[in-house]
Nanobody, 127 residues
């Protein structure tokens, strides 16, 4: 089992920045791919970014490329999502997620490909 706890959400003005953190505990290892999804009210859960176990490969939704950066510190069992240039329509609950083993990019973008989820952290972007 892997437990995930997100932090760092909050209220930010449009164009601002936030850094989300996700602390993992339990049976963690560099074999776990970590990811971030978000879900706005009334919408489906949406892929944001993912990172391979060794941090050598990263994947982003087209909508966040160039503005968001995913990273991980395996010594601390923590993954980060640095977000900049935030937009009001990016207001959502942001979820950290993990899966064992790397797979295709297409599958990494699907919520069903992940085994573990955190409780989420609210990000609100005001206009």
């Amino acid at each position: 089992q892997v437990q995930l706890v997100e932090s760092g959400g909050g209220l930010v003005q449009a164009g601002g920045s936030l850094r989300l953190s996700c602390a993992a505990s339990g049976r963690t290892s560099v074999s776990y791919v970590m990811g971030w999804f978000r879900q706005a009210p009334g919408k489906e859960r949406e892929f944001v970014a993912a990172i391979s176990g060794d941090g050598g490969s990263t994947y982003y939704a087209d909508s966040v490329k160039g503005r968001f950066t995913i990273s991980r510190d395996n010594a601390k069992n923590t993954v980060y999502l640095q977000m900049s240039g935030l937009k009001p329509d990016e207001t959502a609950v942001y979820y950290c997620t993990a899966r064992y083993g790397l797979t295709t990019q297409a599958l990494l973008m699907r919520p069903g490909s992940y085994n573990y989820w955190g409780q989420g952290t609210q990000v609100t972007v005001s206009s």
